[in-house]
């Protein structure tokens, strides 16, 4: 287990505000995920990051940016929001590459 | 999703056995995970195939056929709390886990 806590549980947004989600993990794993969860749509990649000067984009990064300000944090922004990126939203990490995720307890965001 | 696929819904009875199927393309596939998910938690980790055949642990096992781009979840002496969505993912190499989109079991009295 990698205790993987994300902050916000649940948030309402305005369109157009800016909100960040945060993640922090406890083990010190090199490798954290954000995921968005949609219905019908499965789990898909926003962005990961490798260590603190590495942040790569997932296949749906638009709209969002990420910082990695220490080995055991990694937030995730919305600049603007959008209803469309109303989600559940998962921090995960891995110990290696081909291993299981762990993932954060999840944020409820929704965009009005 | 991105060419990995598992049923939207199933439903069993308490006490059954019940197989739940994932397909996926094979090309540059290099592992398979199983997830179990409540509705609306954290995804958590089941069980892991690479190789061919057979993986048991207690009443799940899990099985994978690289050449067919098949694996299955099964769940043996199904019990109420089994009522959940499993979700396969598919490792592709570096960053890439391709997940399905889940399968809601639902376990009837």
């Known amino acids: 287990d990698a205790d993987v806590t994300q902050t916000p549980r649940n948030r309402i947004t305005k369109t157009g505000k800016r909100i960040m989600l945060e993640c922090s993990q406890t083990k010190g794993h090199d490798r954290m995920y954000w995921y968005r969860q949609d219905p019908g749509l499965g789990l898909r990649l926003i962005y990961y990051s490798f260590d603190v000067k590495d942040i790569n984009k997932g296949e749906i990064s638009d709209g969002y940016s990420v910082s990695r300000q220490a080995q055991a944090k990694f937030s995730l922004s919305l600049e603007s929001a959008i209803p469309n990126q109303t989600a559940l939203y998962f921090c995960a990490v891995r110990t290696g590459w081909n291993t299981e995720a762990f993932f954060g307890q999840g944020t409820r965001l929704t965009v009005v | 999703g991105q060419n990995i696929d598992q049923p939207t819904e199933m439903t069993a009875t308490e006490g059954a056995i019940v197989q739940i199927n994932c397909t996926y393309q094979?090309?540059?596939?290099?592992?398979l995970f199983w997830y179990q998910q409540h509705a609306g938690e954290a995804p958590t980790f089941l069980s892991y195939?690479?190789?061919?055949g057979l993986e048991e642990k207690g009443r799940f096992s899990s099985f994978l056929s690289r050449s067919k781009g098949y694996s299955y979840l099964l769940l043996k002496e199904l019990q109420m709390k089994d009522s959940d969505s499993y979700l396969c993912?598919?490792?592709?190499?570096?960053?890439?886990?391709?997940f399905g989109t889940g399968t809601r079991l639902k376990v009837l009295a």
């Open positions: 993912a598919a490792y592709r190499g570096t960053y890439k886990y391709i």
């Open positions: 195939n690479v190789l061919d």
């Open positions: 094979t090309s540059g596939f290099n592992g």
